[in-house]
């Protein structure tokens, strides 16, 4: 049983900043990678944002600059750092752990931008 607990969305206005934060109940070195999805309404949900346990990284390419994924070992988190948001990035934004066989998510927390 593994649970990942999101937390640091909120409502900001375009140009804004925002760190989410994503605690798992366990160490972190259990999972391949970890990453971030969102979803807006009415729209599929997309990969934001990975990190392997080799620390490479992934970016969605209209995050990229903007949006920083990191993790912290000792404290079992992965943040996502969020900086010049725009109202396109107004999503449920979701925690995502890949383990060796099954796949996790935390409950999502909301980012609003507005205009």
């Known amino acids: 049983q593994v649970q990942l607990v999101e937390s640091g969305g909120g409502l900001v206005q375009a140009g804004g900043s925002l760190r989410l934060s994503c605690a798992a109940s366990?160490?972190?070195?259990?999972?391949?990678?970890m990453g971030w999805y969102r979803q807006a309404p009415g729209k599929r949900r997309e990969l934001v944002a990975r990190?392997?346990?080799?620390?490479?990284?992934n970016y969605l390419d209209s995050v990229k600059g903007r949006f920083t994924i990191s993790r912290d070992h000792a404290k079992n988190m992965v943040f996502l750092q969020m900086d010049s948001l725009k109202p396109a990035d107004t999503a449920v934004y979701y925690c995502?752990?890949?383990?060796?066989?099954?796949?996790?998510w935390g409950q999502g927390t909301q980012v609003t931008v507005s205009s």
């Open positions: 990190i392997s346990s080799g620390a490479r990284t």
């Open positions: 995502n752990a890949v383990g060796l066989v099954l796949d996790y």
């Open positions: 366990g160490s972190i070195s259990q999972f391949n990678a």
